[in-house]
């Protein structure tokens, strides 16, 4: 389901505010955003005003979410120089999910990546010093299979990376095994869910919590002939539907949030703004089911 700018499903608005995110977080703990905030095309879509700049896109981000998850350290090191930029750019309360570098995941080099290790540490600092880390995320490639080796270095990157929050995604379902879910809870280390179509070897969509202190939704979308295309926008490209978006929000209420004390949960279906639009809707079906 692709959706445009006028057939109604966008529901950003001058006039709306952050309060409804606000009150999740602050009642339910729950960080809802986007992964990624600045996309030109977002203008189009009605989500950033016409003519807004690059370096503009966070404050009027902020408007909307209390969190938004951090693509671009994935292709490149954090400095910690640009973190004390944004942070001052962002209420207090305003968490940042922060992807590990694609040096530690995708292009491991066995005589480097501790070094990484150490250079991201420094990187993402002012995040950790200031309280608006909400977890590092371990995002591991669709060939990163479960073997013994690549579980050594698994288990290896997790101890140097010990005392921040971590959230690890697998892409392979070799990994949806009760042993893997087992270490990752031993360790307080968030497993995450992931939703993406249901494909061979692909992860699997599941709702296990293996730390009390975080839970951890990506929301891909479902675009099944897209998602091997090779070209982002394809892959990434679909709307999800107010049914789907109410069985997720009675999952976080009934399976996730009783088990954890955070949850964070971002949306990566970035085409046209589509993200925004229906990290918005899930704010507002989560928001009705709410105690008062």
């Keep these: 389901m692709t ?3 006028n057939n109604e499903l966008f529901r950003f608005s001058e006039t709306r505010d952050r309060s409804d995110a606000l009150s999740l977080a602050e009642a339910e703990a729950l960080f809802i955003g ?21 370096s503009g896109m966070l404050q009027c981000y902020t408007r909307f979410f209390c969190a938004t998850e951090l693509n671009y350290t994935w292709y490149q090191m954090p400095k910690a120089s640009a973190f004390e930029r944004m942070c001052r750019k962002v209420p207090e309360y305003f968490k940042f999910a922060v992807k590990l570098t694609r040096t530690m995941t995708h292009e491991i080099k066995p005589d ?21 880390l909400l977890c590092v995320l371990i995002q591991l490639p669709p060939y990163f299979t479960r073997s013994v080796t690549r579980r050594n270095y698994l288990a290896a990157l997790l101890d140097e990376l010990a005392g921040l929050p971590l959230a690890v995604e697998f892409r392979h379902v070799s990994w949806a095994n009760e042993r893997v879910f087992s270490e990752l809870a031993r ?36 675009n099944a002939d897209g998602w091997r295309s090779g070209n ?61």
């Design 3 to 5: 959706p445009t700018k």
């Design 34 to 54: 986007t992964s990624g905030y600045s996309y030109g095309e977002w203008i189009d879509a009605g989500f950033y005003p016409q003519g807004s700049p690059s």
């Design 112 to 132: 480097q990546w501790r070094e990484e290790v150490r250079l991201y540490r420094i990187g993402i600092d002012p995040l950790v010093r200031s309280g608006q």
């Design 187 to 222: 360790r307080n280390v968030t497993l995450v869910s992931v939703d993406e179509p249901d494909l061979p070897d692909l992860f699997p969509r599941l709702d296990h919590v293996t730390s009390p202190d975080l839970f951890y939704i990506r929301f891909h979308g479902r």
């Design 232 to 292: 982002m926008q394809q892959q990434f490209d679909y709307h999800y539907s107010d049914t789907q978006l109410k069985k997720w929000a009675d999952t976080i209420t009934d399976r996730l949030l009783p088990h954890a004390r955070t949850g964070g949960i971002f949306f990566n279906n970035h085409v046209r703004g589509q993200s925004p639009d229906n990290a918005l809707r899930l704010i507002d079906l989560l928001t009705r089911t709410s105690p008062a």
